[in-house]
C-alpha cells in the first residue's frame, strides 16, 4: 500500500507581480484565515507556512494582538515557519548573506515557538555548490528541491543524495518535476473529486518518479489560502482510494519517514552546482531561467555595494572599535541593516523579474541597509583613528590614515579624499608623506568646494565650521557639523598597507612642485611594471602581461543585440541585428597622468536602434544616440588594469556586452561563488526537442571574477566585475560580461528562447533600465589556475578600495575623545592577519557572537586541497574555539605567542572560529569569583 502525506501550503512570494504591501494584505487575510481554522478544527493537522519566517514579522506588524495566539499553534507543530528568513536566489547573493538568512529566520521562528531543520528549497532558480555544507553548519541534514536539476532529474528519483563542494551530504527528494511544490492547487470539496485528483497526481507524476511507496502530496500555490473544510474532505476521500493511505502531515514528518526507509539504499548522488534546464519530457514549468542573473543590473550593483559595505566594513571595524573601548558594538542597528539587505534578496525580487513599483520600493530598502551602514563605518573607522599617536608627525601637515579592509597586505593605489580650508591658498599638487617622513608618489586628481555634515557621535561634535570665529563653541547654533571645505582628490602610492589595519600618512599642499607625466602614460598607451594596455582607434585595447609573455588583443570590443526577452530570460529576436564597437572612431584623451596613476578616457556616440520593431520580430529601423564612455587606469604597482564604463541608456529592448577574446582554450572556465571557486563546462548541450521549454545557456553567475585557463594551466585570464554576475565563456576562449538588459515585459508576450513568459503578462517600463548606468570592473591577466595567479586578492584590490580617514589634531573638542593625535594605538597597525601570502584562505566575516560577548572570524578554503596557515589577532587571546554556522562551540583551539591560532581546514571548507578576548576570560573569572 502507497502512503501519500498530504502536506497544505503556500508558496509566499513577498512581493512579485504585485508590490509588498499589496500581498501583505493578503497575508494578513490568510494567516487570520489559518487561525481561525485551527482553533475550529483540532483535525487539522498542520499547515506549511512556506520555510520562512519574515511571513511572522510582516502579519504581527499589523496583528500584534495575534502573536500569543500564532505562537501557541508554532509551538503545537501545526503551523511551519523557517528556516529561513525569506526565500533567497542563492546565486545572486553572498554566501555570508546565505548564513545570515538562516540565523535571522531560525532565531525569528524559534522565538515564536519552534522552527523548521532542513533546507526547504523549492522556487529557487538553481542551486549552489556550498548549500549542503551551510545546512549542515545549522544542524540540517535534509533538502526539498525543484528547480536547475536537469540531468539530474533525467537520472535520479525523487529521493537522492546531494553532495556539496566540500564532501557535506544531505539527504535530498525532488519535488515533482513538472509542478514542483504545487502538485494539486486545491482538493475539490466532492470526496468522489478529490479523490480522483490525489489518484491522478499519485500515478502521473509522484508514483513514476520515486523509488519507495511514501509519497509526498504537496496541497497549494502561489498566494494560495488554506483550504477550510481540507481534513473532511481527507477523511472523506481514503475510504475511497483502498490502494492508499492517506496522511494529513507535514513534511518534516515525511522527509524523516522518506530517509529512514531509503537508508542503507543506493541513492543517485548529485554533485555540488546544480544550474541545469529541465531535461525531461515531463517538466513542463520547470525552468530555471539563468538570465534573471542580468536583469535590471542596478540592482545588483547596488546590492553588492551593500554586501561589502557590511561584511568588510561595518561590522569588522566596529568589532575592532568595541574591543578597544572606543565604542560600543552597535548590535541592533547591524541588525537592521542585515534586515533591510534581507529583505531584498526574496527570488522574485533580486533577480529583478517583478513589478516596477516592487523594484523601486528595494532601492530605498539598499538606501537604508548602507545609510546605517556607512555610518557605523565612518563612526567605527573615525573613533579607531582618533586612537591613534600621531603626536611625533608636524603639527603643520595635515594628517590621514589609510584603512585596508582585506585579510592580506596590498600595495595599489589609494584615492586619498581630503577636506582642507575653504580659503586655502592656491596649490597645484599636494605632497603624501609616510610617517617615516619619505614622500610618495602621488599625484592630484580632482579639486571642488564641498558643504557637509561631519558629525560623529563619539566627539560631541558641533558645527566644526559654522560660524567657526564669530562664536565660541558653546554658541555655534544648533545644527551637527556642518562644513565649508575644498574637496582633494589625491591618488598616491604607499609602501606596503597592514592586513586588515591602516597605516598613517601626511599631506602638503604645495604650489612649487612641478608634477611628473609621462611615468605611466605614453601616448595612447599605459605602462608599469606588470603590464602594458594600448588603446587603439575604435576604443579596443591590447593587454600584454609582461609576467607571462602574453599579449591579449581586441580586448573591451563592446556588443549590442536585440532582446524581446524579459525579467527571467533573454531572447534575442527572430531577425537579429547586432551591434558591436569594433571599427567605430572612438575620441580618446588622457584623463589622469602622473607619477601614481595614468588614465585614458575613450568616447563614442553610438546609435543603436530605439526598440523592436512593431512586430517584434527584429530591431527597429528608427536610431537613437547612446553616449558611451569607458575609462582605462592603470596605477604604478598595479598587477590589474581598471576600466570603468559609463553607458547612457537610450534604446530599449536589447542586451550589452563587452567582449574579451582571449585566445585561451580549454574546455571549462571558471568563475567565484558562495563560498567556492565553481570550475563549469563551456559547452553548452540543449536539451532533446521533447523535453525543450527552455534553451540551455552559457551564461553563469560569478561572485566578484571569472575568467579561463589554458589547456596547459600555464596562462590565465580574468575579468573582476563589480556587482554584474552574468558572464559566459564560449567555446573560442571569448570571455563576455553582460552590461546591461533592456526588458518592457514581467513575461514576454512572444519568447522565443522559452515556451512561454515565466510570468504574468505585464508591461515594465523601468525594466528597459532608461537613463546613465556605470559599470566598474578589472581586467587580470595572470599565470596559472586562479589560485596560482591570486585572482582573488587582484579581484578584492579592485572591489575594496583602501579607505581614508582624515582627523584634525589642532582640534581639542573633550577630554574623553580628543582628537589631539596623542592616543594609545600606533601609527601602523594590522588588527587580523593571515600567515603567508599564498594561503588559500578568503575571509568572509568578522562579527560579534549573537550571544556572547565575543569574536566570530568566519574563513573558507578556496582550494581543492587541505590548506594550513595561521590567524593572528591583534590582541591577547584568552580563549579560541572552532564553532558551527549556528555558533555553537564544536572544539577549543591550541593558541600560541597569546595572538596565534594555527588553522588547518580541508579543500572546499567554511571555518568559523570564536575568540574570546583574554581582557574578557580575565574578567570573567574575576566576577565568578565568591568571597565569603
Same mark, same amino acid.
Given at each position: 500500500?502507497?502512503r501519500? *502525506?498530504?502536506?497544505? %501550503?503556500?508558496?509566499?512570494?513577498?512581493?512579485?507581480?504585485?508590490? *509588498? !504591501?499589496?500581498y501583505r494584505?493578503?497575508?494578513?487575510?490568510?494567516?487570520?484565515?489559518?487561525?481561525?481554522?485551527?482553533?475550529?478544527?483540532?483535525?487539522?493537522?498542520?499547515?506549511?507556512?512556506?520555510?520562512?519566517?519574515?511571513v511572522?514579522?510582516?502579519?504581527?506588524?499589523?496583528h500584534?494582538?495575534?502573536?500569543?495566539?500564532l505562537?501557541?499553534?508554532?509551538?503545537?507543530?501545526?503551523i511551519?515557519?523557517g528556516?529561513?528568513?525569506?526565500?533567497?536566489?542563492?546565486s545572486?547573493v553572498?554566501?555570508e548573506?546565505l548564513?545570515?538568512?538562516?540565523?535571522?529566520?531560525?532565531r525569528?521562528?524559534?522565538?515564536?515557538?519552534?522552527? $523548521?531543520?532542513?533546507? *526547504?528549497?523549492?522556487?529557487?532558480?538553481?542551486?549552489?555548490?556550498?548549500?549542503?555544507?551551510?545546512?549542515?553548519?545549522?544542524?540540517?541534514?535534509?533538502?526539498?528541491?525543484?528547480r536547475?536539476?536537469?540531468?539530474?532529474?533525467?537520472?535520479?528519483?525523487?529521493?537522492?543524495t546531494?553532495?556539496?563542494a566540500?564532501?557535506?551530504?544531505?539527504?535530498a527528494?525532488?519535488l515533482?518535476?513538472?509542478?514542483?511544490?504545487?502538485?494539486?492547487f486545491?482538493?475539490?470539496?466532492?470526496?468522489?473529486?478529490?479523490?480522483?485528483?490525489?489518484?491522478?497526481?499519485?500515478?502521473?507524476?509522484?508514483?513514476?518518479?520515486?523509488?519507495?511507496?511514501?509519497?509526498?502530496?504537496?496541497?497549494?500555490?502561489?498566494?494560495?489560502?488554506?483550504?477550510?473544510?481540507?481534513?473532511?474532505?481527507?477523511r472523506?476521500?481514503?475510504?475511497? $482510494?483502498p490502494?492508499y493511505?492517506?496522511?494529513?502531515?507535514?513534511?518534516?514528518?515525511?522527509?524523516?519517514?522518506?530517509?529512514?526507509?531509503?537508508?542503507?539504499?543506493?541513492?543517485?548522488?548529485?554533485?555540488?552546482?546544480?544550474?541545469?534546464?529541465?531535461?525531461?519530457?515531463?517538466?513542463?514549468?520547470?525552468?530555471?531561467?539563468?538570465?534573471?542573473?542580468?536583469?535590471?543590473?542596478?540592482?545588483?550593483?547596488?546590492?553588492?555595494?551593500?554586501?561589502?559595505?557590511?561584511?568588510?566594513?561595518?561590522e569588522?571595524?566596529?568589532?575592532?572599535?568595541?574591543?578597544?573601548?572606543?565604542?560600543?558594538?552597535?548590535?541592533?542597528?547591524?541588525?537592521?541593516?542585515?534586515?533591510?539587505?534581507?529583505?531584498?534578496?526574496?527570488?522574485?525580487? =533580486?533577480?529583478?523579474?517583478?513589478?516596477?513599483?516592487?523594484?523601486?520600493?528595494?532601492?530605498?530598502?539598499?538606501?537604508?541597509?548602507?545609510?546605517?551602514?556607512?555610518?557605523?563605518?565612518?563612526?567605527?573607522?573615525?573613533?579607531?583613528?582618533?586612537?591613534?599617536?600621531?603626536?611625533a608627525?608636524?603639527?603643520?601637515?595635515?594628517v590621514?590614515h589609510?584603512?585596508?579592509?582585506?585579510?592580506?597586505?596590498?600595495?595599489? =593605489?589609494?584615492?586619498?579624499?581630503?577636506?582642507?580650508?575653504a580659503?586655502?591658498?592656491?596649490?597645484?599638487?599636494?605632497?603624501?608623506?609616510?610617517?617615516?617622513g619619505?614622500?610618495?608618489?602621488?599625484?592630484?586628481?580632482?579639486?571642488?568646494p564641498?558643504?557637509?555634515?561631519?558629525?560623529? @557621535?563619539?566627539?560631541?561634535?558641533r558645527d566644526?565650521?559654522?560660524?567657526?570665529?564669530?562664536?565660541?563653541?558653546?554658541?555655534?547654533?544648533?545644527?551637527?557639523?556642518?562644513?565649508?571645505?575644498?574637496?582633494?582628490?589625491?591618488?598616491?602610492?604607499?609602501?606596503?598597507?597592514?592586513?586588515?589595519g591602516y597605516?598613517?600618512f601626511?599631506?602638503?599642499?604645495?604650489?612649487?612642485?612641478?608634477?611628473?607625466?609621462?611615468?605611466?602614460?605614453?601616448? @595612447?598607451?599605459?605602462?608599469?611594471?606588470?603590464?602594458?594596455?594600448?588603446?587603439?582607434?575604435?576604443?579596443?585595447?591590447?593587454?600584454?602581461?609582461?609576467?607571462?609573455?602574453?599579449?591579449?588583443?581586441?580586448?573591451l570590443?563592446f556588443?549590442?543585440?536585440?532582446?524581446?526577452?524579459?525579467?527571467?530570460?533573454?531572447?534575442?529576436p527572430?531577425?537579429?541585428?547586432?551591434?558591436?564597437?569594433?571599427?567605430?572612431?572612438?575620441?580618446?584623451?588622457?584623463?589622469?597622468?602622473?607619477e601614481?596613476?595614468?588614465?585614458?578616457?575613450?568616447?563614442?556616440?553610438?546609435?543603436?536602434?530605439?526598440?523592436?520593431a512593431?512586430?517584434?520580430?527584429?530591431?527597429?529601423?528608427?536610431?537613437?544616440?547612446c553616449?558611451?564612455?569607458t575609462?582605462?587606469?592603470?596605477?604604478?604597482?598595479?598587477?590589474?588594469?581598471?576600466?570603468?564604463?559609463?553607458f547612457?541608456?537610450?534604446?530599449?529592448?536589447?542586451?550589452?556586452?563587452?567582449?574579451?577574446?582571449?585566445?585561451?582554450?580549454?574546455?571549462?572556465?571558471?568563475?567565484s561563488?558562495?563560498?567556492?571557486?565553481?570550475e563549469?563546462?563551456?559547452?553548452?548541450?540543449?536539451?532533446?526537442?521533447?523535453?525543450?521549454?527552455?534553451?540551455?545557456?552559457?551564461v553563469?553567475?560569478?561572485?566578484?571574477?571569472?575568467?579561463?585557463?589554458?589547456?596547459?594551466?600555464?596562462?590565465?585570464?580574468?575579468?573582476?566585475?563589480?556587482?554584474?554576475?552574468?558572464?559566459?565563456?564560449?567555446?573560442?576562449?571569448?570571455? *563576455?560580461l553582460t552590461l546591461?538588459?533592456a526588458?518592457?515585459?514581467?513575461?514576454?508576450?512572444?519568447?522565443?528562447?522559452?515556451?512561454?513568459?515565466a510570468?504574468?503578462?505585464?508591461?515594465?517600463?523601468?525594466?528597459?533600465?532608461?537613463g546613465?548606468?556605470?559599470?566598474?570592473?578589472?581586467?587580470?591577466?595572470? !599565470?596559472?589556475?586562479?589560485?596560482?595567479?591570486?585572482?582573488?586578492?587582484?579581484?578584492?584590490?579592485?572591489? $575594496?578600495?583602501?579607505?581614508?580617514?582624515?582627523?584634525? %589634531?589642532?582640534?581639542?573638542?573633550?577630554?574623553?575623545n580628543?582628537?589631539?593625535?596623542?592616543?594609545?594605538?600606533?601609527?601602523?597597525?594590522?588588527f587580523?592577519?593571515?600567515?603567508?601570502?599564498?594561503?588559500?584562505f578568503?575571509?568572509?566575516?568578522?562579527?560579534?557572537?549573537?550571544?556572547?560577548?565575543?569574536? $566570530?572570524?568566519?574563513?573558507?578554503?578556496?582550494?581543492?586541497?587541505?590548506?594550513?596557515?595561521?590567524?593572528?589577532?591583534?590582541?591577547?587571546?584568552g580563549?579560541?574555539?572552532?564553532?558551527?554556522?549556528?555558533e555553537?562551540?564544536?572544539?577549543?583551539?591550541?593558541?600560541?605567542?597569546?595572538?596565534? =591560532?594555527? =588553522?588547518?581546514?580541508?579543500?572546499?571548507?567554511?571555518?568559523?572560529?570564536?575568540?574570546?578576548?583574554?581582557?574578557?576570560?580575565?574578567?570573567?573569572?574575576?566576577s565568578?569569583?565568591?568571597?565569603?
Open positions: 500500500m502507497k501519500i *502525506y498530504i502536506v497544505p %501550503h503556500t508558496h509566499w512570494d513577498r512581493e512579485w507581480y504585485l508590490p *509588498y !504591501q499589496h494584505i493578503r497575508l494578513t487575510r490568510l494567516v487570520k484565515e489559518l487561525l481561525n481554522i485551527l482553533d475550529n478544527d483540532p483535525d487539522y493537522v498542520s499547515y506549511h507556512l512556506d520555510g520562512q519566517s519574515s511572522l514579522d510582516d502579519y504581527l506588524e499589523i500584534p494582538e495575534d502573536r500569543e495566539r505562537r501557541t499553534r508554532i509551538v503545537e507543530g501545526r511551519k515557519v528556516p529561513w528568513y525569506v526565500q533567497p536566489d542563492e545572486l553572498s554566501g548573506s548564513i545570515r538568512n538562516f540565523a535571522l529566520g531560525i525569528k521562528a524559534e522565538g515564536m515557538g519552534g522552527s $523548521l531543520k532542513f533546507g *526547504y528549497l523549492p522556487d529557487m532558480f538553481g542551486h549552489i555548490s556550498q548549500l549542503p555544507q551551510v545546512l549542515r553548519g545549522f544542524g540540517m541534514s535534509q533538502a526539498v528541491f525543484w536547475g536539476l536537469g540531468e539530474v532529474a533525467a537520472r535520479s528519483q525523487s529521493e537522492l546531494w553532495e556539496g566540500d564532501g557535506s551530504e544531505l539527504f527528494y525532488r515533482s518535476n513538472q509542478l514542483g511544490y504545487s502538485e494539486l486545491h482538493l475539490y470539496s466532492d470526496p468522489g473529486k478529490a479523490a480522483e485528483q490525489i489518484r491522478g497526481a499519485v500515478e502521473r507524476h509522484l508514483s513514476p518518479a520515486s523509488g519507495i511507496d511514501t509519497l509526498l502530496l504537496m496541497v497549494g500555490v502561489d498566494h494560495m489560502e488554506p483550504q477550510r473544510d481540507l481534513s473532511r474532505i481527507i472523506e476521500a481514503a475510504p475511497l $482510494l490502494e493511505e492517506l496522511v494529513f502531515g507535514t513534511l518534516d514528518e515525511f522527509l524523516n519517514e522518506a530517509e529512514r526507509i531509503t537508508h542503507g539504499k543506493n541513492l543517485f548522488k548529485a554533485f555540488g552546482e546544480l544550474r541545469d534546464t529541465n531535461r525531461v519530457t515531463t517538466g513542463a514549468f520547470n525552468f530555471l531561467l539563468a538570465n534573471v542573473l542580468s536583469s535590471r543590473m542596478y540592482l545588483k550593483q547596488a546590492n553588492a555595494q551593500a554586501q561589502y559595505l557590511l561584511e568588510r566594513w561595518a569588522p571595524f566596529s568589532v575592532i572599535a568595541s574591543d578597544l573601548g572606543a565604542s560600543s558594538y552597535p548590535t541592533g542597528l547591524l541588525e537592521q541593516s542585515w534586515t533591510y539587505l534581507l529583505q531584498n534578496h526574496p527570488h522574485d525580487s =533580486i533577480c529583478g523579474c517583478s513589478r516596477d513599483e516592487v523594484h523601486r520600493q528595494m532601492m530605498t530598502r539598499f538606501d537604508w541597509s548602507t545609510e546605517i551602514s556607512g555610518q557605523l563605518r565612518d563612526e567605527a573607522l573615525y573613533s579607531l583613528m582618533a586612537q591613534i599617536d600621531a603626536s608627525l608636524p603639527k603643520e601637515r595635515i590621514f589609510a584603512i585596508n579592509p582585506l585579510e592580506r597586505t596590498r600595495r595599489d =593605489i589609494v584615492m586619498a579624499e581630503l577636506y582642507l580650508p580659503n586655502e591658498p592656491s596649490f597645484r599638487t599636494i605632497d603624501i608623506y609616510d610617517s617615516e619619505n614622500r610618495l608618489p602621488s599625484q592630484l586628481l580632482d579639486v571642488r564641498e558643504f557637509r555634515c561631519v558629525h560623529h @557621535h563619539e566627539t560631541g561634535l566644526m565650521a559654522m560660524l567657526h570665529n564669530a562664536a565660541p563653541p558653546e554658541e555655534r547654533g544648533i545644527l551637527p557639523g556642518l562644513e565649508y571645505s575644498l574637496k582633494a582628490t589625491v591618488a598616491f602610492m604607499p609602501q606596503t598597507l597592514p592586513a586588515l597605516a598613517t601626511t599631506a602638503v599642499p604645495n604650489r612649487k612642485r612641478v608634477p611628473e607625466r609621462g611615468i605611466i602614460v605614453k601616448g @595612447h598607451s599605459l605602462e608599469n611594471e606588470w603590464l602594458k594596455a594600448d588603446v587603439h582607434f575604435d576604443g579596443s585595447i591590447t593587454l600584454y602581461d609582461k609576467k607571462s609573455d602574453q599579449c591579449y588583443e581586441g580586448l570590443v556588443e549590442d543585440g536585440g532582446d524581446g526577452g524579459d525579467g527571467y530570460t533573454y531572447s534575442a527572430l531577425i537579429d541585428e547586432v551591434f558591436t564597437s569594433r571599427g567605430i572612431q572612438a575620441a580618446v584623451s588622457v584623463s589622469a597622468d602622473g601614481a596613476l595614468g588614465a585614458l578616457r575613450i568616447e563614442r556616440s553610438w546609435e543603436l536602434p530605439a526598440a523592436l512593431p512586430d517584434r520580430k527584429r530591431r527597429a529601423s528608427e536610431r537613437r544616440t553616449r558611451l564612455v575609462e582605462v587606469s592603470l596605477g604604478v604597482e598595479d598587477e590589474w588594469l581598471g576600466v570603468k564604463v559609463t547612457d541608456n537610450q534604446a530599449a529592448d536589447h542586451r550589452l556586452r563587452v567582449a574579451f577574446p582571449t585566445g585561451l582554450k580549454s574546455e571549462t572556465s571558471w568563475a561563488a558562495a563560498f567556492d571557486l565553481v563549469r563546462s563551456v559547452k553548452v548541450v540543449q536539451p532533446d526537442e521533447e523535453a525543450w521549454i527552455e534553451d540551455a545557456v552559457g553563469f553567475p560569478n561572485h566578484g571574477f571569472a575568467g579561463i585557463t589554458d589547456a596547459g594551466g600555464k596562462l590565465g585570464f580574468a575579468v573582476a566585475p563589480l556587482g554584474l554576475p552574468e558572464c559566459e565563456v564560449a567555446a573560442d576562449g571569448t570571455l *563576455y546591461l538588459r526588458v518592457g515585459y514581467l513575461g514576454s508576450p512572444d519568447p522565443l528562447t522559452i515556451v512561454s513568459g510570468g504574468p503578462n505585464f508591461p515594465t517600463p523601468d525594466g528597459q533600465c532608461p546613465t548606468h556605470t559599470f566598474r570592473f578589472a581586467l587580470v591577466p595572470h !599565470q596559472g589556475r586562479p589560485l596560482e595567479g591570486e585572482v582573488w586578492r587582484k579581484a578584492h584590490e579592485h572591489h $575594496l578600495a583602501v579607505r581614508t580617514v582624515q582627523m584634525r %589634531h589642532a582640534v581639542t573638542v573633550g577630554e574623553k580628543a582628537t589631539d593625535g596623542t592616543g594609545a594605538l600606533p601609527m601602523t597597525q594590522s587580523l592577519q593571515l600567515g603567508g601570502e599564498r594561503h588559500p578568503v575571509l568572509s566575516v568578522l562579527k560579534k557572537a549573537d550571544s556572547r560577548d565575543s569574536i $566570530l572570524i568566519r574563513l573558507f578554503n578556496a582550494s581543492d586541497v587541505t590548506g594550513r596557515t595561521t590567524l593572528r589577532w591583534w590582541q591577547k587571546i580563549e579560541a574555539y572552532s564553532v558551527d554556522l549556528a555553537n562551540r564544536i572544539a577549543p583551539l591550541t593558541i600560541s605567542d597569546e595572538h596565534e =591560532i594555527a =588553522i588547518e581546514a580541508d579543500g572546499k571548507k567554511i571555518l568559523t572560529i570564536e575568540v574570546v578576548p583574554r581582557l574578557q576570560v580575565v574578567a570573567s573569572q574575576l565568578s569569583v565568591v568571597f565569603s
